[in-house]
C-alpha cells in the first residue's frame, strides 16, 4: 500500500514538474511543485479536521443541553420494562395526605 502510494505521489509530482515552463530547472520545478502539494494537502487535511472537531463539538454541546433541559424527566413509558413506581392511587393518597 505504501508503495502504490509512493508511486501515485511520484507519478503526480513528475506531471506537476512536466507543466512548469521548461526555462525552470527540473530538479527546481520538482521541489517547488512537491512543496506547493504538499502546502495543499495540508490545508485540505487541516480543514478537515477542523470541520471534523467542530462537528463534534456542536454534537456534544446540543446533547448537553438536551440532558440539561430534561434532566427533571424520567424515562418515557412504552418501552416494555417494568415500572418501580407505586401504584398511582397510592401516590395520589400519599400526596394528598402530605399536605392535609
Known amino acids: 500500500v505504501v ?5 501515485v ?9 512536466d507543466l512548469v515552463p521548461d526555462s525552470v530547472p527540473r530538479p527546481i520545478a520538482r521541489v517547488s511543485v512537491t ?3 504538499l ?11 477542523s470541520t471534523a472537531f467542530f462537528v463534534l463539538a456542536m454534537m456534544g454541546l446540543v446533547y448537553f443541553v438536551f440532558i440539561a433541559l430534561n434532566k427533571d424527566q424520567g424515562p418515557r413509558g412504552g418501552g416494555g420494562g ?3 413506581s407505586e401504584d398511582p392511587l397510592e401516590e395520589a ?3 394528598m395526605d402530605k399536605y392535609k
Open 3 to 7: 508503495q502504490t502510494v509512493w508511486k
Open 9 to 17: 505521489a511520484k507519478d503526480g509530482i513528475d506531471a506537476g514538474t
Open 35 to 37: 512543496l506547493v502539494v
Open 39 to 49: 502546502a495543499v494537502s495540508l490545508f485540505v487535511f487541516k480543514s478537515f479536521l
Open 82 to 84: 417494568t415500572n418501580s
Open 93 to 95: 393518597r400519599r400526596i
